[in-house]
């Protein structure tokens, strides 16, 4: 039997509160809680994804939002080759603070890193103040990807993490990221292993 799938480390990033790691409970348990409380620091966890050279395994690091843990956070962009960058579509300022997150994660983390922008809590639209226009021109102009999710109900979420897988893929065999040793190999299904954090968050 093969080793497990090629694994590739990936990192969310946002302001707190604009559901980060509701999108990543939504995608590895399956469900949305309503009482998540603010992530510390930086939690870990795993989810496979197949894609055209078969599983990819998705070291996802869920990041802290607040302003006091910034210093912090940035020391685990080293060696992501991919990150959701996430804001709140009802909430203005999680918008305008986007580009601070993506000069951060080129400046700490790989200049190739692949991004892709995602929209979260759409289900509450009602009260939207970023609309979708504005936010496909940001992703047009850092020639990123776009995506509108929410995390309470699902929309979009496994989605977003197929598409980055594929793209992450499509860049090792462009040359553009380097290839693990068993990129590529034929692998034995084998269950997806899910760290659980110690807390919970709509950060």
């Known amino acids: 039997m093969s080793g497990p799938p090629t694994s590739f480390k990936i990192v969310i990033l946002g302001d707190s509160g604009v559901g980060k790691t509701a999108i990543i409970s939504r ?3 399956g469900y949305f809680d309503e009482d998540m409380t603010s ?4 939690e870990y966890r795993t989810h496979d994804i197949d894609t055209t ?3 990819v395994r998705l070291n996802i690091w869920d990041t802290a939002g607040q302003e006091k843990f910034r210093s912090v956070v940035r020391s685990y962009f080293r060696n ?4 959701v960058l996430c804001f709140d579509c009802n909430n203005r300022k999680s918008f305008d603070g986007l580009d601070t997150w993506l000069n951060d994660l080129h400046t700490f983390g790989s200049p190739n890193a692949i991004v892709l922008l995602v929209s979260n809590k759409i289900d509450i639209a ?3 103040t970023v609309t979708q226009a504005e936010a496909e021109d940001f992703a047009k102009r850092h020639g990123i990807e776009y995506l509108e999710t929410s995390a309470k109900d699902g929309s979009n979420i496994e989605e977003v993490f197929i ?3 594929q793209s992450i893929v499509d ?3 462009e040359g553009n990221i380097r290839a693990p040793a068993n990129f590529g ?3 034995e299904p084998e269950a997806a292993v899910t760290q659980k954090p110690a807390s919970r968050c709509p950060c």
């Open 163 to 165: 598409r980055l897988a």
């Open 39 to 42: 992530t510390v620091g930086v």
């Open 171 to 173: 860049a090792v065999n």
């Open 185 to 187: 190999k034929k692998q």
């Open 80 to 83: 992501s080759v991919a990150a």
């Open 53 to 55: 050279v078969g599983t």
């Open 126 to 128: 009602a009260e939207r």
């Open 27 to 29: 995608l590895t348990d």
